[in-house]
């Protein structure tokens, strides 16, 4: 069963510096990552997704992830904070043949003014 | 309507009663998902419905938990002789055919005191 590991539960970066929110899967094969924002006091929102292609990949507000296959992870950058960027951030996996997304339990980002 | 719509927004019980969540999905979407969000815990796959298919039951916590999705369209998740450790937010999600996108509704807070 496909599983994802968000190792910190709080990151906290000081504004205008970059940021990395880590992501580890395990799938047993081919895997489709995606992050979702959580803002207080409001829904998940997507954020970006890697299905195949480039590993590399933009997302809104700036963010971008990079799929790395021998690590088995998906990390969440962004090349320059804001405040506004703070929130919950949940990684998830899907694995090809299955319609359900699994998630991850979340860091929450703390970017300091 | 123009979002997922999830009701009641909150909902307070006392222990023992049974309680109904309910979930109006994106007209025209045919895959219907249940989380669960509580503290620590991440989001925590409940069931998912893919238009007549039958459901993946595979995340339903106990026999106390039951969903049915009724015309394809409205879901209700049911929770019998609710407990403590219910208290959690509820999360629905639907996606359109062939997309790997979620959209999230707002969820209800369940509190059972």
């Known amino acids: 069963a496909q599983s994802v590991a968000q190792p910190e539960d709080q990151v906290n970066v000081a504004e205008g510096n970059p940021l990395t929110v880590k992501c580890t899967y395990s799938?047993?094969?081919?895997?489709?990552l995606f992050w979702y924002v959580q803002y207080p006091n409001r829904g998940l929102q997507f954020l970006l997704k890697?299905?195949?292609?480039?590993?590399l990949v933009k997302g809104s507000y700036g963010f971008e992830a990079e799929f790395n296959k021998s690590q088995t992870s998906f990390h969440l950058k962004k090349p320059s904070a804001l405040v506004s960027d703070s929130a919950l951030y949940f990684c998830a996996v899907r694995e090809w043949g299955d319609d359900k997304i699994i998630f991850g339990k979340g860091t929450r980002l703390h970017i300091l003014p | 309507g123009a979002g997922v719509s999830q009701s009641p927004s909150n909902k307070v019980t006392e222990k023992g009663k049974d309680v109904e969540l309910r979930c109006d999905p994106i007209?025209?979407?045919?895959?219907l998902y249940w989380y669960r969000q509580s503290l620590g815990q991440g989001l925590e796959f409940l069931i998912y419905f893919q238009g007549n298919s039958a459901p993946d039951k595979s995340g339903l916590p106990s026999d106390r938990f039951s969903a049915e999705r009724t015309g394809g369209s409205v879901s209700t998740l049911t929770i019998q002789r609710t407990q403590q450790e219910d208290s959690a937010v509820y999360l629905c999600?639907?996606?359109?055919?062939?997309?790997?996108?979620?959209?999230f509704g707002s969820g209800t807070r369940l509190t059972v005191v």
């Open positions: 799938v047993s094969g081919n895997p489709y």
């Open positions: 007209s025209g979407h045919t895959a």
């Open positions: 890697y299905i195949t292609g480039d590993n």
């Open positions: 999600a639907s996606s359109p055919p062939g997309s790997d996108g979620y959209t």
